[in-house]
């Protein structure tokens, strides 16, 4: 294991350790259902590269640990909603996530929507308390910041798109609109997250944001090629479910080599954005190269 | 109609009016149909009890309309999604919501669930824009509060136990803690937003919570009875559908002469907590008896 996925390892650990605590349970009290659904949801080992993007950009300023990491664990509370209630019968239909029953299968529809429901508030809750940040204004802004990526101009229109996107195929503009606002704004203001943590100046947010738009649809792009490369076990998710579905995504729109070569030239130029930093943003810049390479 | 009546209304239509605002439509982009399914579920007329609450105890403090209207918006935004969720096949079932066709059955599940999320994440931004207040602790407050009201421990964990409800009859103090959760703690953060945005002191946020509880609880009893006394074309949704699921009420635990009782003496002491406020605090006083003399 290289130091960097060490890195990654570490800052995984330390977001599902600090989500434990943020979502404590109590047997004692008969809604503790949904408490144990939103853990479910949350606590599973992800690769956490939303929260990792959050404290490796907060680093770069010199923000304090305790502080980043309870807005990469709030970021994170939203990334696993998402993925609840994308996963639901009427939307994705997804029985498999991670390599684990989705939470509908766990527990039950209502419980489902209701365990999303109830960590897209309780992330705003941890953003808005005191010990997120001893400024108001500072949490203001990431309230702000967190709700426009991720509403109806952000991931959930993203996701609309998504659904539609079953009855007309898209072309490559439509496609690259549809992830950027399904999946690349919510990695836009993890990036975003650490200038605003550390009260940055607007061209160092504008850096991180240009940073965070190409490694976003690299992402992108390298799910999809994991979504027709992969076997199910591999990727801890059912593949092939896009094809089945008649959706274009970008590698039925360029081929598989002309995928892979997009994604590792905006993995580069992701990099090149990050030239008015000096090593304290050498995180990022492994990311980008982890983020191409991975095969999960 | 009394003179409170048409101030209800006019706060009503100033709601509507800024809802509106709030959520414009672009027919021109693909995801309209999400903005759309927003706005159905919040432009309807309903009594908008909630923002009224919200404008009233921030008169009491002398804040600028503008700046409560946007906190009353958002919080019936909050309300309006939980309605839409609360709807959802997997949850409550209903067909009919305000006389109209609820969300799901106007548009489909998916868009339902969508809009929902995105009116919750809404809620949040327009709380966190500057607009709402000049001081940004104001505005964290605010989000504080509010993520606190309606997320596990509140309006979320609520309605959780209302599912659960259907398995095993509940006995007042669990039906009472239920509805406190369920209904009645985002009435408390709709009179507490007035004091929260008048900075005003612990004593009177307090006084105001208190108010809120018991008017919480009076709304419920209301809305018990008339599910057994109303027919459907009178309150705008199915009736007797409690009865027929088996669930037990406020009224099928005190009978309908104890709970109308019940709910007349809450109104009462839900007036008696505004002693320590003047008359600005009519309108409050005036909505405590409309509550329980309402018909549908």
Not at 178 to 193: D, H, P, V, W
Request: glycine share 6%; hydrophobic share 40%.
């Amino acid at each position: 294991m290289s130091d960097f996925q060490k890195q990654l390892r570490e800052n995984a650990k330390a977001v599902t350790d600090l989500l434990d605590k943020l979502l404590p349970i109590d047997d004692e009290k008969p809604e503790s259902k949904l408490i144990e659904a939103m853990r479910y949801a949350s606590l599973s080992s992800g690769k956490r590269i939303r929260p990792f993007l959050v404290v490796s950009s907060a680093e770069i300023f010199g923000v304090a640990s305790q502080s980043s990491l309870r807005a990469a664990a709030a970021i994170e509370m939203v990334h696993c909603y998402s993925l609840v209630h994308d996963d639901l019968p009427a939307m994705d239909d997804d029985d498999l996530r991670r390599g684990q029953p989705t939470c509908h299968i766990k527990y039950d529809e209502a419980t489902a929507i209701l365990a999303g429901d109830a960590l897209l508030t309780k992330a705003f809750e941890v953003i808005a308390e005191e010990a997120t940040h001893a400024d108001p204004q500072v949490r203001a802004n990431l309230v702000l910041g967190l709700a426009k990526a991720i509403g109806e101009e952000g991931m959930v229109g993203g996701q609309m798109l998504d659904l539609l996107a079953e009855q007309r195929e898209l072309d490559m503009p439509e496609i690259t609109r549809l992830q950027r606002m399904k999946t690349g704004m919510l990695i836009g203001i993890s990036c975003e997250a650490g200038a605003i943590l550390g009260k940055s100046s607007e061209q160092n947010r504008h850096a991180l944001h240009a940073y965070a738009h190409d490694l976003g649809l690299a992402f992108q792009i390298v799910d999809d090629l994991l979504d027709v490369e992969g076997t199910a076990e591999e990727v801890g998710k059912q593949t092939g479910k896009d094809a089945d579905a008649g959706k274009a995504t970008f590698v039925s729109l360029l081929g598989q080599e002309r995928a892979r070569d997009q994604a590792d030239m905006l993995a580069q130029q992701a990099i090149q954005h990050l030239d008015l930093f000096k090593e304290q943003a050498d995180p990022l810049r492994e990311l980008a190269g982890f983020v191409v390479e991975r095969r999960t």
